[in-house]
């Protein structure tokens, strides 16, 4: 029961507070991607995944992180994004690795959008004064891609063996 409720909570809850963190400040901590790698090994041994199926998760992981630095380096994606993106990998393996990449990159397109034409318009004086949503606001500002990858792989997680499998 205990496995079956950090199965649940783990893996989400970290997600959805790197998609939060990104959204008001514009930053993943490295703590995320280390809590999720952390769990991953920790989950990994408790469910008894065999090696050479843990191996596979993490060549996916090391794939991603590869490339995701890539992409930091040409200033494409915020460190915090490349981290979160190996991580998740990680937890996702090759299994579900082209269908993450896929949703990542389509809602990473609609944030993306959304956020550009939200830019376009005078922000509402309602608005005025929220540090995060004026830093949203700015057209010289970035795309907090977190919380992409973050729905991408919370849209992916109830299909994976780590759920399909709970008692």
């Given at each position: 029961m205990l496995l079956d409720a950090a199965l649940l909570?783990?893996?989400p809850a970290l997600?959805?507070?790197a998609a939060s963190s990104d959204l008001f400040t514009m930053t993943i901590s490295n703590r995320v991607s280390i809590l999720l790698v952390a769990g991953f090994a920790v989950l990994a041994f408790a469910t008894g995944m065999p090696a050479a199926v843990a191996l596979q998760h993490v060549g996916a992981g090391v794939l991603v992180l590869v490339i995701a630095f890539v992409f930091f380096a040409r200033g494409w994606i915020g460190g915090g994004d490349a981290k979160l993106a190996a991580a998740t990998a990680l937890w996702l393996g090759f299994g579900f690795l082209y269908e993450?990449?896929?949703y990542?990159?389509?809602l990473g397109g609609v944030l993306t959008?959304?956020?550009l034409e939200?830019?376009?318009y005078a922000l509402p004086g309602r608005l005025s004064g929220s540090d995060w949503i004026e830093r949203l606001h700015r057209r010289d500002g970035g795309i907090p891609y977190g919380i992409a990858l973050a729905a991408a792989?919370?849209?992916i997680y109830p299909s994976t063996p780590w759920?399909?499998?709970l008692g």
């Open positions: 909570v783990i893996f997600m959805a507070f993450y990449l896929l990542a990159s389509l959008l959304t956020l939200f830019r376009k792989a919370l849209l759920m399909t499998t």
